[in-house]
């Protein structure tokens, strides 16, 4: 039995992406910060992200648990979140939720190896923007912002740096 388990973890990390998303292989890995800043409540977020090749190479799952701390670093809760990527009409799209909010992001613009922008679809309500930017080889940048309907600026709303642990 347990050589089933292994041959099966084998064979899901051994996946390579398809190449629509090859430019993405980046973000695969086991991650970790302790360093997020929460622009609204001015409290901090320490969690851990999982991204792994799924569907053959053909999508990539992130899957996170976030613990937030008020301003004076008292713990304020804490979430799971998950996010599919994949390739679409010769776009990457991605789709977010965290049990209460679900969010489409319709685009992405992909500097290969290196970085990535999630936007959501302008609409009556607001866009978001999801950006990873690896800084080296085991070092990234994350950051989440909106904008809200009838601005023009992106407002922060989280950002941090992303260890990797795997």
């Known amino acids: 039995m347990a050589a089933g388990i292994v041959a099966v973890v084998l064979s899901a990390s051994a996946q390579t992406l398809r190449p629509e998303l090859s430019g993405l292989s980046f973000l695969v890995g086991h991650w970790a910060s302790n360093d997020g800043?929460?622009?609204?409540?001015?409290?901090?977020?320490?969690?851990?992200?999982?991204?792994?090749?799924?569907?053959?190479?053909?999508?990539?799952?992130?899957r996170d648990h976030t613990d937030l701390f008020d301003a004076r670093g008292n713990s304020s809760g804490g979430f799971d979140q998950i996010?599919?990527?994949?390739?679409?009409?010769?776009?990457?799209?991605?789709?977010?939720?965290?049990?209460?909010?679900?969010?489409?992001?319709?685009?992405?613009?992909?500097?290969?190896?290196?970085?990535?922008?999630?936007?959501?679809?302008?609409?009556?309500?607001p866009t978001f923007r999801l950006t990873y930017d690896l800084l080296s080889p085991t070092t990234?940048?994350?950051?989440?912002?909106?904008?809200?309907?009838?601005?023009?600026v992106f407002r922060p709303i989280a950002t941090g740096t992303l260890r990797k642990l795997q």
């Open 37 to 62: 800043k929460v622009a609204e409540t001015g409290g901090t977020s320490k969690g851990e992200s999982t991204i792994t090749i799924e569907a053959g190479g053909a999508a990539l799952l992130r």
């Open 83 to 125: 996010m599919l990527i994949y390739p679409e009409d010769g776009t990457i799209h991605a789709d977010y939720s965290d049990g209460r909010h679900v969010i489409h992001y319709t685009s992405a613009i992909v500097e290969s190896g290196h970085s990535v922008i999630f936007a959501s679809e302008p609409g009556a309500g």
């Open 140 to 152: 990234m940048a994350v950051s989440f912002a909106m904008l809200a309907p009838g601005q023009t």
